[in-house]
C-alpha cells in the first residue's frame, strides 16, 4: 500500500477513507439526550486569567484575592479560587533555567484549580505571506523562544497556514516541547509569496486564480455602485487573503473554548499594503478587522511578528503588510515587532508581557447555549493598569459546531493528555508488528467495555483510527459509524489491519457520538523496524486468556480495495483464535495460572533452522526476573512466516505491572530476536 502523509486537519476535513463499518442507527434515544443537553444548566468553575501592570508596564506580583474585583455581564461575582504565578526570568551569568513559583492562597481542601490554566502559546507560521528566507527567520525565531522562554508546564502548538492546504495543525497544544520542535522541523512547504529567484506558480494556484478571475469577471462593482476595470493579479492576491481571514476566524472561534489566553505567534508578511487601503473596495480591511476582534473575544491575542523587515526596501516586489499586522496585533490585544531578524528580544519582550499573572475562580450556571458573556476585573488598589480577558462563551451543544470546531475537537480528543472540550475516557490499544514484508505488517487492537463508554455510544458513533509517523504527519487512518447496540457482547476487540513503512508511530483510536461529542480514546506506538538479510526475527504476541465468544470488529477498507483483494481478518495473521479465548490487552486476573500465546517469526536464510523458545516473566516494581515453563501446542507456516501457538505456566503473582519477554535463538547461527509484552496484574 502507498504511504499516505497527508497532514492532520487535511485528512480530518477531506480524505478520510470511505465509512467502512455502517449500519442504520436509532438515533431517537441521542436526539433526546441532545435535546436535555441544550436546556441542562449546569455549574461550572470559570477561570479567568488576569495581568496587572503598573503605569510603566512593570507586572505588580503581590495582590491577593482581596484586592481583586470581578464582574460577569455586569453582576459582581464572588471569587473562590485564587491562583498566583510568578516566573522568574532567566538570569544571564549563570544562564539558569526559568522556575514558575506558583503561589496560593487559602482554599476549601475540596477545591482543585485545573492544572490547564497556565501559559497556552500557538506558533502560527504564515507560509503564503512569506519568502524562504522569511520562513528560515521565522523557524530560527520559533526554537529561539522554545528553548530559553518556556517552563516545563507551558503548552504550546505549532500550527501553518498555506494558499494550497489552508490552516494546518503540525502539533497541538502540548508540554512536550521536543515533539513541537521536531514538528516546525518537518515544516517542508514553500512559501506562496515566491521569491525573486524562485520558480512559478503550481497548478493549483494557477486553479486558485481562476477561480478568483471567474468569480469576480473582468468588471467588479464597487461599494458605490460604480463598474471598474479589475486587475487579473489584485483579484488574486484579494481571493488568497480572503481565504486566509476565513480559515484564522475559523480558528478564533474554535479556541473560544479552550480556557484562559491563547498567546499566537504570527510570522507574517501581512496583507499587501494596495490591498488593505485599497479605496474603491475597503470590504477586504472590513473583514480583517472582523478576524481580529473574533481572536480578542476568545482570548487569543496575537503577538505579531513582521518577517520582511527591514528586507523590504531591497526587495523589487515586497509585501509591506506591517499596517495589517499592526492592527491585528493592536485589536486583538497583542504587540508588534517590526522585524523577525530581532528574535531575542522578541522573546524577551514576550516573555515579559506572559510570564506573571492571576487566575481568578468562580462559579457559573453554564446554560449551553454558545453566548457570550463580558468579564471585567478591577483592583482596589490604585494606579494599576488590569489586563483581563474580555469575556468567554458558554458552552454549546455539539451539534451546533461549525465543521472546523468538529475537527479540532477530534484533534483535542486525540492528541491531548488532557482535552479541553471534556472530561477523556481511556480504553486499551495494543500495537502489534506482525510480518517482515510491507503489505499487511500491523495490526492494531483495542478492548472497548461497552459498559464504561454507554453514554457514548447512545445513537451515532463513530471510530477513528490515525496512525501519526516520526514527522507527526497521518500515515494511515481508518473511519467509519457503528450502531453498538445490535452488538450482543459487553466487550468488544476492535481491530484494524494496516500495512506500514520502517519507522517510529504513534497511534490513536478515537470513539466520537456525532449527536453529543462525549468521546474516549485509546493510545500505542509501534516501531516497524527495517527488514534483516539474514536470521531470525520474532514478532510481539497475540495473549490469550481463557474467555468465551469474544466479539471482534474490524476496520474494512474502501469498497475499491475491497473488490481488489479480500480483505485480512485476525483470523487470518493469529490462526490459533478460537470461541474459548480472548486477547490480553491489559490486566490480567491473578487467578489465572495458564497464559497462552501465539507467536509468529520469520526466519531468513537460515537452511535447516534449529530454534529454541524461552519466555521470563519481569515485575517492574522489584525486577525479579522468573523463568516460565513454555510448551508448543501447535504449529503451521503461513508465507513464509511460523506461527506458534504457546502455552506458558504463571507462578502466583502479586498485583502490579509484569513484562513477559518471549526470546528466539536458532542454535547453529547462535541468531538471536526478543520481543516483550506488558500486563497488570489486578
Known amino acids: 500500500m502507498k504511504k499516505r502523509t497527508i497532514l492532520l486537519i487535511l485528512i480530518l476535513s477531506l480524505f478520510f477513507q470511505t465509512k467502512a463499518f455502517t449500519s442504520k442507527p436509532d438515533s431517537s434515544q441521542?436526539?433526546?439526550?441532545?435535546?436535555?443537553?441544550?436546556?441542562?444548566?449546569?455549574?461550572?468553575?470559570?477561570?479567568?486569567?488576569?495581568?496587572?501592570?503598573?503605569?510603566?508596564?512593570?507586572?505588580?506580583?503581590?495582590?491577593?484575592?482581596?484586592?481583586?474585583?470581578?464582574?460577569?455581564?455586569g453582576k459582581l461575582q464572588a471569587i473562590t479560587d485564587f491562583e498566583k504565578h510568578n516566573l522568574a526570568l532567566p538570569v544571564k551569568k549563570t544562564e539558569k533555567k526559568i522556575e514558575e513559583k506558583l503561589e496560593e492562597t487559602e482554599l476549601a481542601p475540596s477545591k482543585k484549580i485545573p492544572s490547564r490554566m497556565n501559559r497556552k502559546f500557538i506558533l502560527l507560521l504564515d507560509?503564503?505571506?512569506?519568502?524562504?528566507?522569511?520562513?528560515?527567520?521565522?523557524?530560527?525565531?520559533?526554537?529561539?523562544?522554545?528553548?530559553?522562554?518556556?517552563?516545563?508546564?507551558?503548552?504550546?502548538?505549532?500550527?501553518?497556514?498555506?494558499?494550497?492546504?489552508?490552516?494546518?495543525?503540525?502539533?497541538?497544544?502540548?508540554?512536550?516541547?521536543?515533539?513541537?520542535?521536531?514538528?516546525?522541523?518537518?515544516?517542508?512547504?514553500?512559501?506562496?509569496?515566491?521569491?525573486?529567484?524562485?520558480?512559478?506558480?503550481?497548478?493549483?494556484?494557477?486553479?486558485?486564480?481562476?477561480?478568483?478571475?471567474?468569480?469576480?469577471?473582468?468588471?467588479?462593482?464597487?461599494?458605490?455602485?460604480?463598474?471598474?476595470?479589475?486587475?487579473?493579479?489584485?483579484?488574486?492576491?484579494?481571493?488568497?487573503?480572503?481565504?486566509?481571514?476565513?480559515?484564522?476566524?475559523?480558528?478564533?472561534?474554535?479556541?473560544?473554548?479552550?480556557?484562559?489566553?491563547?498567546?499566537?505567534?504570527?510570522?507574517?508578511?501581512g496583507i499587501k499594503k494596495e490591498l488593505f487601503y485599497e479605496r474603491d473596495d475597503p470590504r477586504l480591511r472590513s473583514k480583517f478587522e472582523d478576524m481580529s476582534k473574533e481572536l480578542a473575544s476568545s482570548s487569543s491575542p496575537?503577538?505579531?511578528?513582521?518577517?520582511?523587515?527591514?528586507?523590504?526596501?531591497?526587495?523589487?516586489?515586497?509585501?509591506?503588510?506591517?499596517?495589517?499586522?499592526?492592527?491585528?496585533?493592536?485589536?486583538?490585544?497583542?504587540?508588534?515587532?517590526?522585524d523577525v531578524v530581532h528574535h531575542e528580544e522578541i522573546s524577551k519582550e514576550i516573555q515579559n508581557s506572559t510570564s506573571n499573572y492571576y487566575v481568578l475562580g468562580y462559579y457559573i450556571n453554564d446554560k449551553w447555549d454558545g453566548k457570550y458573556h463580558e468579564v471585567k476585573v478591577k483592583v482596589e488598589r490604585k494606579g494599576y493598569q488590569v489586563h483581563a480577558q474580555a469575556g468567554y462563551f458558554n458552552s454549546k451543544p455539539f451539534s451546533e459546531f461549525s465543521e472546523f470546531e468538529k475537527r479540532l475537537h477530534l484533534i483535542d480528543l486525540a492528541m491531548s493528555d488532557t482535552p479541553y472540550f471534556q472530561e477523556l475516557t481511556r480504553f486499551s490499544l495494543i500495537s502489534l508488528h506482525c510480518s517482515q514484508k510491507n503489505e499487511s505488517n500491523f495490526?492494531?487492537?483495542?478492548?472497548?467495555?461497552?459498559?464504561?463508554?454507554?453514554?457514548?455510544?447512545?445513537g451515532k458513533t463513530e471510530?477513528?483510527?490515525?496512525?501519526?509517523?516520526?514527522?507527526?504527519?497521518?500515515?494511515?487512518?481508518?473511519?467509519?459509524e457503528v450502531n453498538f447496540s445490535l452488538i450482543?457482547?459487553?466487550?468488544?476487540?476492535?481491530?484494524?489491519?494496516?500495512?506500514?513503512?520502517?519507522?517510529?508511530?504513534?497511534?490513536?483510536?478515537?470513539?466520537?457520538?456525532?449527536?453529543?461529542?462525549?468521546?474516549?480514546?485509546?493510545?500505542?506506538s509501534v516501531k516497524i523496524p527495517e527488514e534483516i538479510d539474514s536470521g531470525i526475527r520474532i514478532y510481539p504476541p497475540l495473549l490469550l486468556i481463557p474467555e468465551r465468544k469474544a466479539f471482534y470488529l474490524k476496520a474494512l477498507k474502501t469498497q475499491k480495495e475491497?473488490?481488489?483483494?479480500?480483505?485480512?481478518?485476525?483470523?487470518?495473521?493469529?490462526?490459533?483464535?478460537?470461541?474459548?479465548?480472548?486477547?490480553?490487552?491489559?490486566?490480567?486476573?491473578?487467578?489465572?495460572?495458564?497464559?497462552?500465546a501465539v507467536v509468529r517469526s520469520s526466519i531468513i536464510n537460515i537452511k535447516e533452522p534449529d530454534i529454541e523458545l524461552t519466555a521470563h516473566l519481569i515485575q517492574h516494581s522489584s525486577g525479579q526476573k522468573t523463568d516460565l515453563s513454555v510448551f508448543i501446542l501447535s504449529a503451521e507456516n503461513r508465507e513464509e512466516v511460523d506461527i506458534l501457538l504457546i502455552e506458558l505456566e504463571l507462578p502466583e503473582m502479586e498485583p502490579g505491572r509484569y513484562s513477559l519477554e518471549i526470546e528466539a535463538e536458532e542454535l547453529f547461527t547462535k541468531s538471536k530476536s526478543q520481543v516483550t509484552r506488558s500486563f497488570i496484574i489486578k
Open 562 to 596: 475491497k473488490a481488489e483483494k479480500e480483505p485480512l481478518s485476525l483470523i487470518n495473521i493469529y490462526p490459533f483464535l478460537s470461541n474459548e479465548h480472548s486477547p490480553l490487552l491489559e490486566e490480567l486476573d491473578r487467578s489465572v495460572s495458564r497464559l497462552l
Open 127 to 269: 507560509i503564503d505571506s512569506n519568502d524562504l528566507l522569511g520562513v528560515a527567520k521565522s523557524k530560527k525565531a520559533a526554537f529561539h523562544f522554545i528553548e530559553t522562554q518556556l517552563q516545563p508546564s507551558d503548552e504550546i502548538g505549532i500550527f501553518s497556514y498555506s494558499p494550497l492546504k489552508g490552516l494546518i495543525v503540525h502539533e497541538y497544544l502540548t508540554s512536550d516541547h521536543k515533539k513541537v520542535i521536531e514538528a516546525i522541523k518537518s515544516i517542508k512547504d514553500v512559501p506562496g509569496v515566491v521569491d525573486e529567484e524562485g520558480g512559478g506558480m503550481t497548478l493549483m494556484q494557477e486553479r486558485m486564480r481562476a477561480e478568483a478571475e471567474a468569480g469576480l469577471g473582468s468588471e467588479s462593482s464597487t461599494t458605490t455602485g460604480m463598474t471598474r476595470n479589475v486587475d487579473p493579479e489584485i483579484e488574486f492576491l484579494k481571493y488568497k487573503a480572503n481565504n486566509f481571514i476565513d480559515g484564522i476566524k475559523e480558528l478564533a472561534k474554535s479556541l473560544r473554548y479552550i480556557p484562559g489566553y491563547k498567546n499566537i505567534i504570527l510570522f507574517s508578511a
Open 463 to 480: 471510530l477513528v483510527t490515525l496512525i501519526f509517523d516520526s514527522e507527526n504527519k497521518i500515515a494511515d487512518s481508518y473511519q467509519g
Open 30 to 73: 441521542a436526539k433526546k439526550d441532545q435535546k436535555a443537553l441544550q436546556h441542562e444548566v449546569t455549574v461550572t468553575l470559570k477561570l479567568v486569567q488576569v495581568y496587572v501592570t503598573d503605569k510603566k508596564g512593570d507586572p505588580i506580583t503581590d495582590l491577593t484575592k482581596a484586592d481583586f474585583i470581578l464582574y460577569d455581564n
Open 302 to 338: 496575537v503577538h505579531a511578528v513582521y518577517t520582511e523587515g527591514s528586507r523590504y526596501l531591497l526587495k523589487k516586489n515586497p509585501v509591506v503588510g506591517m499596517d495589517s499586522l499592526k492592527m491585528l496585533s493592536k485589536i486583538s490585544g497583542g504587540k508588534y515587532f517590526n
Open 443 to 458: 495490526v492494531l487492537l483495542s478492548e472497548i467495555s461497552l459498559e464504561r463508554i454507554k453514554e457514548i455510544i447512545r
Open 488 to 524: 450482543p457482547k459487553k466487550k468488544v476487540y476492535y481491530y484494524s489491519i494496516f500495512s506500514l513503512q520502517p519507522g517510529q508511530y504513534e497511534c490513536r483510536v478515537v470513539l466520537r457520538n456525532l449527536e453529543t461529542g462525549k468521546g474516549a480514546v485509546a493510545s500505542s
